[in-house]
């Protein structure tokens, strides 16, 4: 995708300039692909230096506006902004987590007028390239990821919700994680329902079985770090194979149940290294079928707006909303 115009262009090079210095001048940009929420460039300065930019601006961001995005009481608002960011960042690097090293925030408009962040260019392949192209190779870095989603697992917070909030001394919407999902997931449901004939034809089945699935959750105190929507594609590899975990800025104290639902979800048959000993089923359950139905509503929501690719996304929305409705029977 092209540079949408050139102040953006503009932003990048005085940015880019200033984060790595020593004479050096903007030779090109590249949008990556994948985000949704923030613009992602890579950008290449005259001495073959690189590095990776984030903006956060609402002309970057393909999601339809909805009420309560900028409400960060809750847990799923959409994770948007340099503040998230930092907070993320910092939270993970704490722990141990390899996230890429920020080279330069801008909040103030001392390049442009959208918060930026300049980032360390991670130019490994993703975990999902690596999969995709060799499992034996990518068994080790499985096994680094399983170390830091330990550490992610090890810290407990005195609440839940997104890491910038609680670490400031705020709280969250709700009266425990059980409560913020199931609420979201009729929300869910309701959106979806209002787009699919399928899913407003089995929506009271669903609805029944979201209420059962919370029912049998036990109380608990204790909220982990998760990242929210861990897929491979969310994580790099740099070239020592080590994991470099990426859009951080939805990292919030959670059940970890939340993390391994995503997890399963997306890495199938090669999530089993990555499994510890003693989630709670119940979670897990209730957290299936709510992560179901926020990938079908999600996707559906997204391509009312003009996301580019359609069809992928599209795919994901069909291919979740049968296995929610295959959840319900």
Known sequence: ???????????LASAGQAALGGGRRLAAVRRLAGGSKKGVYRLLMDDATTAVAYRWDRSENYWPAAEG?????????????????????????????????????????????????????????????????????????????????????????????????VDEGGRSHGRSCEEVVLTRARRDLAEAA?????????????????SALAEAVRPRAEHAVVH??????????????????????????????????FLRIRLHEDYRPLEPAGLDEHRLALYLLAQRLSLTAGPLRLLDGDFPDRAAMAAIAEYNLNRALDLAR
């Open 69 to 165: 995005d900028d409400d960060l009481a809750d847990p799923f608002s959409p994770g948007l902004g340099l503040d998230l960011f930092e907070a993320a960042h910092a939270r993970l690097t704490g722990l141990g987590v390899r996230v890429p090293a920020i080279r330069l925030v801008d909040r103030e408009g001392a390049h442009g007028p959208a918060d930026l962040a300049v980032v360390e260019d991670v130019r490994g392949e993703s975990l999902e390239d690596l999969l995709a192209r060799d499992r034996r190779a990518a068994a080790p870095v499985l096994a680094r990821l399983g170390e830091a989603l330990e550490a992610m697992r090890g810290h407990r917070a005195p609440g839940y919700g997104k890491v910038a909030v």
């Open 228 to 261: 929210g929507e861990l897929g491979p594609d969310h994580v790099l590899v740099d070239p020592a194979g080590q994991p470099v975990v990426i859009d951080i800025e939805g990292t919030m104290y959670f059940d970890v149940e939340w993390e391994h639902v």
């Open 1 to 11: 995708m092209a540079i949408e115009t050139e102040a953006v262009r503009a932003q």
């Open 194 to 210: 209002a787009r699919d004939p399928r899913v407003a034809q089995a929506r009271d089945q669903l609805a029944a079985r979201l």
